[in-house]
């Protein structure tokens, strides 16, 4: 690498970690990644990927050169704990700016949520540049949407904007975060639907193996169906209320755009009465990672 300053972005995921360097312009020039390892907690988690930090940076011959820093995670992130973040035990009680701050002292640290991030990113670089308002939304082992108004992120009141994975799915739903369930995203996000394929197919299956199983087993193509139904609703109901000019899907799950975004133009066609255009999210692996840059740049 060169002599010029860059800015490490770290992007916590609900089933990996990635870390990655970028310049200025927020190019990512080299990129790791690690499993998360959810049901071991969440400090090995930090730990580890801090670790794997340090060592990219020595590997390249860059820590002198660290300007700043960006990381992004599930949930809204506060000075001592983060809300609305159940995928990974323990994840709620971090101080996840003190323990980066720990680790890089004297670097400047930006924190921030995953899909608010990514969306961000998506607006300066991707898929979501030049329209008002856009939307990414983001679908994953979690569900979550982001909204950008003239290029400002919605946060909303308590920088839950947007959080659309504890929707409610019937009447019948009226507890929902108070029960501690989140529904939308128990039916349709990658965790929920990885565990029920693995009971209906009685064997191990991730949400990415379903969508492919779709293609030629009658059951997994049920399955697919039925979320498909389900989250073409709410994505619909999302257009009809902020009228974006473009949504832009992210996220594991968009892996299969082939069979998810057939199912949500076409209810979006039918439903909104102004339907945004649907694309697929330009960093469609990335997404989060480069918001993490794009965080730290904005610092």
Do not use: C
């Not at 919605?154 to 904007?161: D, E, F, I, S, V």
């Amino acid at each position: 690498m060169t002599g010029e300053e860059l800015i490490l972005g770290i992007d916590f995921g609900g089933t990996k970690v990635a870390i990655g360097l970028a310049d200025r312009a927020g190019s990512l020039l080299v990129t790791r990644r690690l499993d998360t390892d959810a049901q071991a907690g969440a400090g090995q988690v930090v730990s580890r990927a801090l670790a794997a930090a340090r060592k990219l940076l020595a590997d390249e011959g860059a820590a002198d050169r660290l300007a700043a820093i960006g990381v992004v995670s599930p949930g809204i992130v506060l000075e001592d704990r983060i809300l609305l973040a159940p995928n990974v035990p323990g994840w709620e009680e971090l101080r996840l700016r003190d323990l980066v701050a720990a680790e890089f002292e004297g670097v400047p640290i930006e924190v921030g949520t995953d899909a608010k991030a990514a969306a961000l990113a998506e607006w300066r670089w991707g898929a979501l540049a030049d329209t008002d308002p856009a939307v990414f939304l983001s679908l994953g082992t979690g569900i979550a949407a982001a909204v950008l108004v003239g290029g400002r992120l919605l946060a909303g009141a308590n920088g839950a904007a947007g959080e659309i994975g504890y929707n409610l799915l019937s009447p019948q739903d009226t507890d929902g975060f108070a029960s501690g369930a989140a529904p939308l995203e128990e039916a349709v996000g990658g965790r929920g639907l990885g565990g029920r394929a693995s009971e209906l197919l009685g064997r191990p299956v991730t949400a990415g193996e379903l969508f492919g199983l779709a293609r030629e087993n009658a059951q997994a193509k049920e399955l697919v169906g039925a979320a498909l139904d389900e989250l073409s609703m709410h994505v619909a109901n999302l257009a009809i209320a902020l009228d974006p000019q473009r949504i832009a899907v992210g996220g594991g799950l968009v892996r299969s755009a082939d069979i998810l975004l057939p199912a949500l133009r076409e209810r979006l066609a039918q439903a909104v009465p102004f339907p945004p255009e649907l694309v697929s999210a330009k960093f469609d692996q990335d997404a989060s990672l480069l918001g993490a840059i794009a965080i730290a740049l904005d610092a």
